[in-house]
């Protein structure tokens, strides 16, 4: 993990935080506690804010799905009261086609409680839930999913949905509600029946892996007060290319209210040969400025209305 520290206007200098960690992806911290979700487990370290190094060994607060095969992201977002963990597991395969022992505890979103690490299913069915944020004017969780693939260029669309405690949201048997995909062995119609229609669809085999609610300090234009960042990391299924770009999308009431507005495009060239960018990680600076990490210019963009 690396540490980025304002130095001076406009001059950050950057750290080896903290090493030797497994494909870490979620990071938390709660008080004086850094929590970072590897593959495999969830480990805890003291934090000192004005430290430029973690050192000490740490240590595991649970262990989390780690066959590594297909999805080893796993996002992580903590309670507003600190009391447990929200963690993504995405699938170990696109539709079960490794069988369905390698799926356990796969394709939800666990909760972890932050005092014995003890855990449990929050939400199931969930494809690949990669970034998990609280919307604040209801308090409820969201995600950004990663649905399948193979089906065409133009399924399935991935999405943006609250996530309900205990729900099921329909992989592998189905998507989007209760469109049966017919590839599945075996069929499930009990559980179909009980798939819930996410929230807001974002086009298919985009690849979404930030999400970032718009705060009362976002230093965006008005446009931008209510509603959720998206970021868009763009798919190898696709053809022509969609995805890699920065959306935003209005909300009204808790629930999204219109369609997406562009907010930073241009990661490719017009012919679509060349790649300049990947958006992946979202989040807001002190001063209310949107964060971009970007894997394929292995760069951080910050974004502001001057």
Do not use: C
Not at 28 to 44: D, F, P, R, S
């Amino acid at each position: 993990i690396t540490l980025l520290r304002l130095v001076a206007d406009g001059q950050w200098k950057k750290y080896k935080f903290l090493e030797h960690l497994h494909s870490p992806f979620g990071v938390q911290l709660i008080g004086n506690h850094l929590y970072v979700a590897n593959t495999n487990n969830i480990m805890k370290y003291h934090y000192d804010e004005n430290a430029t190094q973690i050192t000490d060994q740490g240590e595991e607060l649970s262990d989390l799905p780690d066959t590594v095969n297909h999805h080893w992201t796993k996002a992580l977002l903590a309670s507003k009261d600190g009391q447990k963990l929200y963690v993504g597991v995405g699938s170990n395969s696109n539709i079960t086609e490794n069988g369905l022992a390698i799926e356990y505890r796969r394709a939800t979103v666990l909760e972890v409680d932050v005092a014995t690490g003890a855990s449990r299913i929050f939400a199931s069915g969930i494809r690949n839930p990669t970034g998990l944020q609280w919307e604040p004017e209801t308090g409820k969780l969201w995600t950004i999913v990663n649905e399948r693939d193979e089906i065409g260029a133009s399924l399935v669309p991935d999405y943006l949905t609250s996530v309900q405690e205990k729900g099921f949201y329909g992989w592998p048997y189905s998507y989007y509600g209760q469109h049966v995909d017919e590839r599945v062995r075996p069929q499930r119609p009990d559980l179909v029946a009980k798939a819930i229609k996410p929230d807001y669809a974002l086009s298919s085999h985009v690849a979404p892996l930030g999400l970032w609610f718009a705060s009362n300090t976002t230093q965006l234009s008005d446009q931008f007060k209510n509603g959720a960042f998206v970021s868009n990391h763009g798919s190898w299924n696709r053809d022509p290319l969609n995805g890699y770009n920065v959306i935003f999308i209005p909300f009204k009431n808790g629930k999204p209210n219109g369609k997406p507005v562009n907010v930073v495009q241009g990661f490719y060239s017009k012919d679509e040969k060349t790649l300049y960018g990947a958006p992946v990680g979202l989040t807001e600076d002190k001063s209310g400025a949107l964060l971009i990490a970007d894997d394929v210019g292995n760069t951080v963009w910050r974004v502001y209305s001057p």
